[in-house]
């Protein structure tokens, strides 16, 4: 059996993001990285995952910006599906596929 996980910060609002998509309130909370809801944990169980363009363009812009392409390395080791129907960078040998 295939099991799926949903995974994302909220806040008590129900909002992912803030205005403008800035997830910057996220940034600045204490967490707990071996914590029983932690990402670190989150990750280190799956075997793939799907975002959707915004998030994915939120991760280039956070992780890579102002480093030369050349740099770039993903930094998950696991197949990422990008939902969108726009041309994006894709990071070579990441495993990232536009769909």
């Keep these: 059996m295939t099991l799926t ?13 803030a205005p403008g998509d800035s997830l910057d309130w996220l940034l600045t ?14 990750i280190r169980g799956i075997g793939a995952m799907a975002m ?4 994915y363009e939120w991760v280039l812009g956070h992780e890579f910006s102002g480093k030369p392409r050349a740099d770039w ?11 969108t129907h726009r041309d994006l960078p894709v990071i070579p040998g990441s495993g990232v596929v536009l769909t």
């Design 52 to 55: 959707g363009a915004t998030s």
């Design 73 to 83: 390395v993903w930094p998950y080791d696991i197949p990422c599906w990008v939902f």
């Design 29 to 42: 909370r204490r967490t707990e990285p071996e914590g029983p809801m932690s990402y670190e944990g989150f």
């Design 5 to 17: 996980r949903y995974y994302t910060a909220t806040s008590l609002d129900g909002f992912i993001a």
